[in-house]
């Protein structure tokens, strides 16, 4: 297994010991490493160096696993019990005697099929993790540079590291030459970091850092540099090992058992799962209730069969149960669901979001809290330059991310086009000379479409983009100005310096600032601002003047740092200095690069300050403006700096003007002393803060759990290895399809194809849409449900032959009720949909009033419908109703059969009927009656099946028992009585739900009321506690409109 031993591990902090220190705690040499018995020992003891696994479920666990639901149990009973009664009967050796039993057994094969397939196309976060390393790489052992296999490595290890390495574990720097990481993987954040082999305390008063200076984690990448490490930490034990366990002690349990061997996933369910087996428990239990009562009933009354009057009377009153549970379980509602949200799925394709698990796509329509990642997902992820100030005047630069060709520079009073001054072009010519990143068209392999990518540094990235703006290419100058020298940036000096070929130029280019005369070589200085003004002792001017670089001046240039600085950029200052030879040696090989660079930095010139940012996407403040009218709260969880973030959240409106410093915290806060706070002090904090910065892995899954506490149904957006763990906590995960990792992407729900933030309030419409269309088509199946039970109950009690047979009923479900019911769940969401408040967690699919309306259709379809079958059996019957009467008839089972016809055509019509008036709740059905094309469709679909079904031979005959040419004229009128009926008394039942509906909602608002008040913090607002009282208040005085049977 993997996991190094935790008896061994170092209990001493490696980034704050000597590396004498950290040699000596884990047996190793620098120079030498360990030798190749001491590294077998360590690998014995503690495990190979790669993550643990758990087992996921196969295809037939996951297809079997669909199989346990309450009702899909039911229903497999009610088959088996179909098939073996069948079995006793005389009618035993008919195959067609079997069929109701085998039509169960292959509707519920079906859901479970693509329930289970598309659960198993889920990938793996945990299985992506194992994937962020290379095969092998050099350590240094008894004293020999050997390459080994990455799971080989232990601690104590010397590890050689160069470009483009992945660090195979956690290691302390012992050598480090211009060694930058990318830890957006770890950390969220795009720079590269620049790391040391140096022990440094942290200053007083400087914030934070995320990772410590001097060490490099396993499944980070190595941008640039070389050095050598020691290894402190492997498999389970590192950083990224941590990680993983975080994502399978938040994944629900799997490793959980219920049946005794199957995996336990109702951790991860969703509020849709949870209120459906609860919905479907509930009436699988009325289902059975039923069935013992009418079984004890018929068999007390002596209802027998009426083709076998010798046959016992229980046998036939199994039967009959079997098809009151056919009529009672509403088997169409899984395969409903299922068929709904897979159409979901496709239809948010669209919306730029591709849905890995099906019931993800309603879960993300009852978020009541959105946590997103800042870089990427609210920002474009692509550092921008927007200000510049140069010759003493400000400018700003339109257009966002790496694209060349859109925006201008533009003078910051006058509004006027710049891009020709000689300040700007002499700046931005300045940088590029000081700049290894280079920018390029690249095709997207999978659209095809071109677009620009910069290679290199990300900081440098915003001044290659605006080169070009003016006309400024970094490949071009790369060639016309010879670079004759480099020292890179290094976190001690705060800048990077390069020299360049200007020979016989009297103008840095053309209409840039002259150059002195005999200038041959020409040093650039880009780096912290504060650092590059103490060697400056000039600036330039706006016309190619240059003056002294005073206090004031200086003063002046900080201010306006500053000013850029407090809008969340990244300043950069440029400072040149022209020479006419090197200030030194340069065939001398003891002059040190500190040495060129200490001789070339001094007696600068401030040419400019180039400021940048990662802009807030288009769209984004308008879509967190909309979630904010939807009632959900957006957060902002970021590893940036706390005053970037602020500045973010207010560009992006997640801050308001009024909101105070209180709504933005360092997430040092939940973690005081490196330990959490409490549950309750933990919920308080989380409560109302809008935006945590600095935050660490564990921060995020904290700041989740502490959100699902409160009862919030929480969406957390994340692209990094960083965000697994709280991605997988979360109600609903949300990878980044372009910037997100493979480890995000496998413990998320959804991605975002785009990164956007604005297709994830597009994706909670859709949500909200599909919930308001599951309801919709719910209320219609129990509806129909409802009716065919008082029907069979009817016919038992008062002896009138039993209405359908289960094969009948199981054809009007599944074939001429589900297209319906599918168009039902496709409805067009309400214009105002994103107006409403998300629904409570623990709201049940099926609300009070919702079953108040089910009981009252229900009973009108029944009525309607039995008065239909009443006047059909005494016309064909010779005027009798009775099944003991028409017994004595001459072909009593052909004159039945036309009975059964006519209330069949007469039920399908009502329920067609039915689906119109079930696409609102409180609207009449002449409202907008072909607003949804989808229910057109149906509807011809289910006729077509209603014809099918009465009039081809053998099939409507001996299957179904139906006869739709014998029926005459008079059959078919008499018919057209059900859905007039229907239609008159369900719309006006409409009128006693929309007094429900207010109802309910008032109290849903009243609620809600209470909790924005909790979350504003403002004073006179009640406490926590106090919220809970006063919603329990609400609850109890309007409890009879939440009630779900």
Known sequence: ?????????????????????????????????????????????????????????????????????????????????????????????????????????????????????????????????????????????????????????????????????????????????????????????????AKTWKNKPRREGEPEKLTPENMVFSGCSVKNGKGKGIVVETGMHTRIGRIAQLIADADGGKSKKKCGCLPDTSANATPLQVNLERLGARIGVLAIIVCVVIFVIGVAMDRRDPSNLTGPSWLYMVLIAVTLAVAAIPEGIPLCVTISLSIGCSDMVKKNVLVRKLAAVETLGSASVICSDKTGTLTEGKMTMVKMFAGGVGYTIEGKGFDPTEGRIHRADTQAEAGNDLAVKSSLLAALLCCNTTLSKVKDPETGEEKYEPKGNSSEAPIVVAARKVGLSETVVSKEYARVLEVPFSSSRKMMLTVSDVSCRSELCPGGMPLEDGSKYFTVCKGAPNFILDYCSEQLMEDGSVQEMTKDSKDKVLSIVDEYSSMALRVLAIATRSMPKLPFDVDDEEVTTDQKF?????????????????????????????????????????????????????????????????????????????????????????????????ARPEDKLEIVKSLQRQGLVTAMTGDGVNDAPALNQANIGVAMGIQGTEVAKGASDMILTDDNFCSIVSAVEKGRTIYAGIQKFVAFIMSVHIAEVLQIFVCIVAGIPVMRTPLQILFLILVTDLPPSIALGMEPGEKTILEEKPRPKSEPVVLGWMWCSMMLNGTILASVIIGVYIAALMFYCDGEVLQANIDQLSEPEHKLMNARTVAFVSLVWSENIRSYTSRSFDKPVWRNMFGNKDMQKAIVLAQLCLYAAVFIPRFSDTILKLSGASIGLHGWLLALAGPAGCLIFCEACKVITVFQMKNYQRSLAAKHKVGDAVEGGKPGVPSADQKEAKCNHIEERTGQNEVSI
């Open 1 to 193: 297994m993997a996991s190094a031993s935790t008896a061994n591990a170092p209990t001493i902090d490696p980034s704050e010991v000597s590396l004498e220190e950290l040699e000596r705690s884990v047996c190793t040499s620098i120079a030498n490493g360990l030798s190749p018995e001491r590294a077998a020992q360590v690998l014995a003891e503690d495990g190979p160096n790669e993550l643990e696994k758990p087992p996921k479920p196969t295809l037939l666990m996951l297809f079997i696993m669909q199989l346990t639901g309450f009702v899909i149990v039911l229903l497999l009973c009610a088959a088996v019990a179909s098939i073996v009664v069948n079995g006793y009967g005389p009618k035993k050796h008919d195959v067609l005697s079997y069929t109701t039993g085998m039509a169960i057994f292959i509707i519920v094969l079906i859901n479970a099929c693509i329930a289970a397939w598309t659960e198993h196309k889920a990938g793996d976060a945990l299985e992506a993790l194992t994937k962020m390393t290379q095969a092998s790489i050099y350590v240094v052992r008894g004293g020999k540079e050997i390459k080994v296999e990455v799971p080989t490595i232990v601690r104590g290890d010397i590890v050689v590291l160069g470009t483009g390495d992945v660090v195979p574990a956690d290691l302390r720097l012992a050598e480090a030459d211009d060694v930058k990481v990318s830890e957006m993987a770890l950390t969220g954040e795009p720079d590269d970091v």
């Open 598 to 694: 200490k001789a070339c930095r001094s007696g600068l010139r401030l040419v400019g300050l180039v400021a940048s940012i990662d802009p807030d996407r288009d769209g984004v403040p308008e879509s967190v403006e909309l979630a904010r009218g939807a009632g959900i709260r957006v957060i902002m969880i970021t590893g940036d700096y706390l005053k970037t973030a602020i500045a973010i959240a207010h560009n992006v409106k997640i801050l308001q003007k009024e909101d105070d410093e209180a709504a933005a915290v360092d997430c040092g806060k939940l973690r005081p002393n490196d330990e959490y706070l409490s549950h309750t002090d933990m919920d308080a904090l989380t409560s109302s803060v809008r935006v945590f910065a600095r």
